[in-house]
């Protein structure tokens, strides 16, 4: 007898919900499709809240003071940046999340997100740009789409892996929806956030990839979002030209991103109260704008139209060096907003300008203004984001031209591999790196910052006063199962470290003059100290410049009382049983 049509349903249901990867493209389908309307909704707020601020969507037409009032320039970003300021204080206590975090949650937690994050920067994220803040729009939507698929996550109680992928499905979908990009939205989730290439992973992100993009189509339509020339190449001989343009790129990156980060050790010195610095950015944003209106907002109007070759030599100059000023201010004083749109617009006009030097110094060896300025456009932004490949696919499918495939790929290679050797791999890393969290391992070296060092440490040390005896240190000695004795103070601070080779060389040294006499006399500085809070990634980190495999975990590094020892075997043994858990709970 065939059971009833309810418990027939019920069991298959139950056996798609334990299929991974049912389970998987299914949520994938869901976080697409609520990443890609979080887009539409986002470009909508921005647009309303701009034509009421400025009287015109920035996406639209770019405000002047042939439009406006100077006043009107220069009070919606400095009464603006009140308004944001304030929220963010009381929502956030600080500042409005963005790509790092998103990064960091994928690495170190296993892509968990707090949805109320991600909710309460979306809308300042929103209100920055709506008031002329000169950001991206991809930051804040990355970091959405991310914590809406943390969200179901946590609903669903799905495991770290499965977390993660959802995670970068949030994302994909956002830079789908955003960009008209799919390929793009995906290998940057990949390349990015998940750090993942296998199909359970894959597959899912392309699925979210693909929806918001659909989604972004319906509503914006299927043409690109720059307008681009026709490109051929004139000659091979301009490849040279390429790869020094790649090199000119990595320069304006470093500026750029050293330019923010040094912004804002500036407006942390100072003592502008928090929530009162987006006001003071705003009316700094405020000041450049009378003069270059182009830098408020995203930019992608200027950006197209140096991708179009409609600027002078002489204002393209000045359009870099103001768009790198507003976006340095604009972050440094807490403003929200991404960090990708800026680098297209600097990387179009860095290349604009360098194509107008090249074109001058071989003009028969020349494929045009507008070609340089979409290889700069690549190059820039690939070497801001780190992700080379991501930043490739993304300008073929925002211009819709793959003319100059090998030229941007040259360019953007060697503008990528110059800005991580001589500077970082990408500016995300960096800001996580700002505040101490360290990525660069990988995800699963990754697992080992969330383990802090006092619960590993061991206690079974070996502590003597600075002024035991050398005569009783071979007893202590004996004592110790490191065959080290760790010289404290009468506080407990630790002072020195003393080894058998220590206490041989002073006893050897006893018919000399002034002989040794104590334990504090012979002791040598540790060649590595930890505190208890460090993390293990710190704690391995340090043994890597240490001489020995051995390191004295303190309280803290104002007292320096000793705690314990921690030893490479221990971190070894905790980051392999880290990885054996995480693997037996993908696969439980």
Request: glycine content about 10%; aromatic content about 8%.
């Amino acid at each position: 007898m065939r059971p009833p049509l309810v418990v027939r349903t019920r069991l298959s249901l139950r056996r798609i919900l334990r299929n991974d990867h049912l389970l998987l493209a299914a949520m994938a389908l869901v976080v697409g499709v609520l990443s890609g309307y979080g887009t539409l909704v986002f470009r909508f707020i921005v647009d309303v809240l701009q034509e009421s601020t400025f009287g015109v969507a920035l996406s639209a037409a770019v405000p002047s003071t042939n439009l406006l009032a100077w006043w009107h320039i220069l009070l919606v970003p400095t009464v603006g940046g009140l308004v944001v300021g304030v929220f963010l204080h009381l929502a956030l206590g600080g500042r409005a999340h963005t790509i790092a975090h998103v990064i960091e949650a994928s690495a170190l937690r296993g892509g968990r997100m707090p949805a109320r994050d991600g909710i309460v920067s979306f809308f300042a994220h929103a209100a920055s740009l709506a008031v002329g803040s000169s950001g991206g729009r991809e930051g804040p939507l990355v970091h959405f789409g991310a914590s809406l698929g943390a969200l179901i996550s946590d609903r669903l109680r799905l495991n770290r892996s499965q977390t993660r992928t959802l995670l970068g499905c949030g994302v994909a979908s956002a830079i789908g929806a955003l960009f008209n990009a799919p390929v793009a939205g995906a290998v940057f989730a990949i390349e990015v956030v998940v750090g993942n290439l296998s199909l359970k992973a894959a597959a899912p992100i392309f699925v979210a990839a693909v929806t918001g993009t659909a989604i972004g189509r319906f509503y914006f339509g299927t043409e690109p979002s720059f307008t681009v020339p026709h490109h051929e190449l004139i000659s091979l001989w301009e490849f040279p030209a390429f790869l020094l343009l790649g090199v000119v790129c990595a320069g304006g990156a470093i500026v750029f991103i050293r330019a923010i980060f040094l912004l804002d050790d500036a407006v942390q010195r100072t003592r502008i109260p928090t929530w009162l610095r987006p006001t003071v950015g705003g009316l700094l944003l405020g000041l450049i704008a009378l003069e270059v209106p182009e830098i408020l907002g995203v930019g992608f109007l200027t950006t197209d139209a140096a991708l179009r070759a409609s600027f002078a030599f002489d204002f393209l100059l000045v359009l870099i060096v103001a768009k790198i000023a507003a976006v340095a201010i604009s972050l440094g004083f807490g403003f929200g907003g991404g960090v990708f749109s800026p680098s297209l617009f600097l990387g179009a006009t860095v290349g604009g300008a360098f194509g107008f030097v090249a074109g001058s110094a071989f003009p028969d060896l020349f494929s045009g203004v507008s070609a340089y300025a979409l290889i700069g456009t690549g190059a820039l932004a690939g070497a801001v984001m780190g992700a080379p490949l991501s930043t490739i696919f993304i300008i073929f499918e925002l211009t819709g031209s793959s003319d100059l495939t090998v030229a941007v790929m040259i360019a953007t290679a060697a503008a990528s591999v110059l800005t991580t050797q001589l500077y970082g791999r990408s500016f995300f890393h960096l800001q996580l790196a700002r505040r101490g969290i360290n990525v660069s391992g990988g995800h699963d070296q990754a697992l080992l910052e969330g383990v802090p060092v006092g619960r590993i440490m061991r206690s079974n040390f070996v502590a003597v006063d600075a002024d035991s005896s050398i005569d009783s240190l071979n007893a202590r000695l004996r004592e110790s199962q490191s065959g080290e004795v760790y010289v404290v103070d009468a506080e407990g601070a630790l002072l020195g470290v003393v080894n058998y080779a220590d206490v041989n060389n002073a006893i050897l040294n006893r018919e000399g003059e002034n002989p040794p006499e104590t334990a504090g006399e012979i002791a040598h500085s540790m060649g590595g100290v930890v505190a208890v809070s460090d993390s293990i990634e710190q704690a391995q980190r340090a043994l890597e410049t240490s001489d020995s495999q051995i390191l004295a975990v303190v309280a803290n590094r104002d007292t320096m009382v000793l705690r314990g020892i921690v030893t490479a075997l221990d971190i070894s043994r905790t980051h392999n049983d880290a990885l054996l858990r995480v693997r037996a709970e993908e696969h439980a």
